[in-house]
Structures are given as structure tokens and as C-alpha cells.
């Protein structure tokens, strides 16, 4: 369920019931949200071993999401001193990766522990459709954001700051959730080709040309001659940011929505055949939340060191002092004194890994 396109689940029925709901008007009459609910019951009364993998494959996803999203949120939150876009970004990104393993145990309570709650189900559901689509989301805002603060740092100054950073976040959230609901809310009939296709293009395969348009705008900038040591590496951390973000892309959600077109366009596809794959398709989604925090260390230029530092010696957040360097530079004439107040240790990351923007 990550994604807030619908994915027909009707296309798993028993197949009586699936060319019923293509051929006639006798279509459930029941919105979506109470069709995704009985989707765990029918894999496990089809394929219980199957079942039983992707449980455990999802036992493994949230133990491990937990921890190194807990781990990025401390980071980010009480760890980072000045809040720059790609940070406020990032820390709305780590939310939705927790909610979403969050998720997972009361997907196991419903099924475990209350089969056939409908209402049960709900923060389930609803946990999964909005928070992976506001996954998408900020994946494409950090990407744009990264574009635009290397290759065009002058032009997008404007747009580049917290509080404009904050509404966007806002508004993602916002729309996410509208979307989500408006989704859950529909009632199962009729064929969902057109609304297929204009939620898939809208939530994927838009943000999926963005991030490759800038990850080709970056490798052109990096074939520029004359760029300094420090421009370079810049530039290099957000092309490994937005290849990590396209690799992402790929495993994670393209499948997700290459299934639901399939079963859209050819409605008559094996119902056993449709919920194994709808099952396996959620099941990389959910890798997701597992995957993105390899974007973490690509949004800030000590995040690395600072996670070491954690464990090894406890030390002081030192990216902060870069991003204060960084974004007071940003400000005329504020610069000098931060460079002049900073220590030496300070001083020798930016000339290491490049000011953050």
C-alpha cells in the first residue's frame, strides 16, 4: 500500500468475483479502503508461506528502518544547529520512513489480532498511502533543492529559504493527505484506467523526470574545466545524492506502479498472479524507509563523521558549524566573523568537503 495511486485490489479477487467487477454493474459497492483491508487475509489463505516470508521480510524492515531513522532524526533535530532547506527536507523525509515502519505492527496486530476489524485496519492503510507518497515527495524536494543550491546558488537564493522550505513541507503534507483520503474514499467500480494513469504520472513518473533532468544538469556541471577542488566535490555529493535517489526510484516504487498500470490495462491478469505481485511490490516499497538514510549522507557534508563521532567519542555535531559558516556566508558581510569565531578544527572540513549551501 505505498503509494496513494489505487491499486485495484479487486484484480486479487477470486476470479468469478474479478471478471464480475470488469464485465457488469454487480461491483462491490464498498470504497477502496475496505478492499486493501482484506488484501493480508487472501495472501494468507492462497500462499501461507509466502505470507509468512513477507512477514518476516517486514519484521526485518522496521527493525532496521527504527533504528537508523531514529538515529537520523536525533542527528538532524538535536544534533544540527542551523535548519538549511535540505535539512528541513530531510528531517519531514525521516518522519514519513518511521511512520511508515510504525506502520507494520499494527498491520500485524489487525491480522493477528483483530481479522476483520475494518476500522482496525485504517491506520494501517492510511499510514502506508500517505506516507509513501510523501516519501516521493520530499526525495524530489531534497533533489531540487541540491540542484538548485550547486549549480545555480545566485538564481535560487530567493527560493532557498527555511521559511519557504517549511510551507512547502507543509504543503506536501497537506496535499498528500487530501489525496489519500480522496482515494480511500472511492467506491470500487468502474474502470480506473484514466484515474491509473494521471496518479501514477503525477506521483511517480513526474518526480522520476525531474531528478533525472538535474542528475544530467549535475554531471554537465562537473564536465566544466576550471572548477575548484571544493567545487568539484560539492558537485559530486548531490550527483551521488540524485543517483541514490534514482536507485531508489527504481527498486523501490517502480514496480509498485508498473503492477497497478498492468492490472489497469489488462484487467484479465491471473487474480493468484496480481496478489503475489501487489504483495512483493509493497514489500520493496517498504525497503524504502531502509534505503533513504544512505540519502542522508549526501545532504549534509559531516553527517557521516557526526554518526561516528556518536558512537566513538560523543562528540560535537561538527556540520552545524559548517552550515553556520556556509549559510551566513550566504549573508553580506556576515561571513568573516563566523570564519574569524570558528575553531581551527572547524575550519578544516569546508576546506575538506566543501561549504554546504
Known sequence: MPSTSPTWPWAAMPSNATSTVWTNASVPDMPLFHLFARLDEELHTAFPSLWLALMAVHGTIFLVGLVLNGLALYVFCCRTRVKTPSVTYTINLVVTDLLVGLSLPTRFAVFYGARGCQSCAFPHVLGYFLNMHCSILF??????????????????????QPACARAV????????????????????????????????????????????????????????????????????????????????????????????????????????????????????????????????????????????????????????????????????????RHILSASPRTLTQPLTNGPEP
Open 169 to 336: 513541507c507543509a504543503f506536501v503534507w497537506l496535499a498528500a493527505g487530501v489525496v489519500t483520503l480522496s482515494v480511500l474514499g472511492v467506491t470500487a467500480g468502474g474502470r480506473p484506467c484514466c484515474r491509473v494513469f494521471a496518479l501514477t504520472v503525477l506521483e511517480f513518473l513526474l518526480p522520476l523526470m525531474v531528478i533525472s533532468v538535474f542528475t544530467g544538469r549535475i554531471v554537465c556541471a562537473l564536465s566544466r574545466p576550471g572548477l575548484l577542488r571544493q567545487g568539484r566535490q560539492r558537485r559530486m555529493r548531490a550527483m551521488q545524492l540524485l543517483l541514490t535517489v534514482l536507485v531508489i526510484f527504481l527498486v523501490c516504487f517502480t514496480p509498485f506502479h508498473a503492477r497497478q498500470v498492468a492490472v489497469a490495462l489488462w484487467p484479465g491478469v491471473p487474480p493468484h498472479a496480481s496478489l503475489v505481485a501487489y504483495h512483493v511490490a509493497v514489500t520493496l516499497s517498504s525497503l524504502n524507509s531502509c534505503m533513504d538514510p544512505i540519502v542522508y549522507c549526501f545532504v549534509t557534508s559531516g553527517f557521516q563523521a557526526t554518526v561516528r563521532g556518536l558512537f566513538h567519542r560523543g562528540g560535537e555535531f561538527e556540520p552545524s558549524n559548517v552550515d553556520t559558516i556556509s549559510t551566513h556566508k550566504s549573508t553580506k558581510g556576515s561571513g568573516p
Open 139 to 160: 526525495l524530489t524536494c531534497i533533489c531540487v533543492d541540491r540542484y538548485l543550491a550547486i549549480v545555480q546558488p545566485e538564481g535560487s537564493r530567493r527560493w532557498r
